[in-house]
């Protein structure tokens, strides 16, 4: 199993730009896949960003493409999510998400994790 635990959410303006992160403990880090969901009160969660193990390769949501990049440092048990551009329905909770070994095909999909962090709230003022 693995434990994530997010940061680095505010209360930013519309054009601010963010580093959330995301600290995993237990478990062997490199060995799962990682994602980026986020939820609006009212809503489902909605994908953003996914990174592969080795973090070789990423897929954005189309919303968020261009704005958004995930990466990851395996030494330090951690994957990280920058945001540039904030917009007011950028609003969320942000989550990380896991699943061990390989990404699925429906890598936005969040029934296909099966550990989440606690989520950290951004808010974007307009």
């Known amino acids: 199993q693995v434990q994530l635990v997010e940061s680095g959410g505010g209360l930013v303006q519309t054009g601010d730009s963010l580093r959330l992160s995301c600290a995993a403990a237990?478990?062997?880090?490199?060995?799962?896949?990682m994602a980026w969901f986020r939820q609006a009160p009212g809503k489902e969660h909605e994908f953003v960003a996914a990174?592969?193990?080795?973090?070789?390769?990423?897929y954005y949501a189309d919303s968020v493409k261009g704005r958004v990049t995930i990466s990851r440092d395996n030494a330090k048990n951690s994957v990280y999510l920058q945001v540039g551009s904030l917009k007011p329905e950028d609003t969320a909770v942000y989550y990380c998400?896991?699943?061990?070994?390989?990404?699925?095909?429906?890598?936005?999909?969040?029934?296909?994790?099966?550990?989440w962090g606690q989520g950290t709230q951004v808010t974007v003022s307009s």
């Open positions: 237990s478990g062997t880090f490199s060995t799962y896949a």
């Open positions: 998400a896991a699943r061990q070994m390989y990404l699925p095909a429906v890598y936005f999909n969040p029934d296909e994790y099966n550990y």
């Open positions: 990174i592969r193990r080795r973090g070789d390769m990423t």
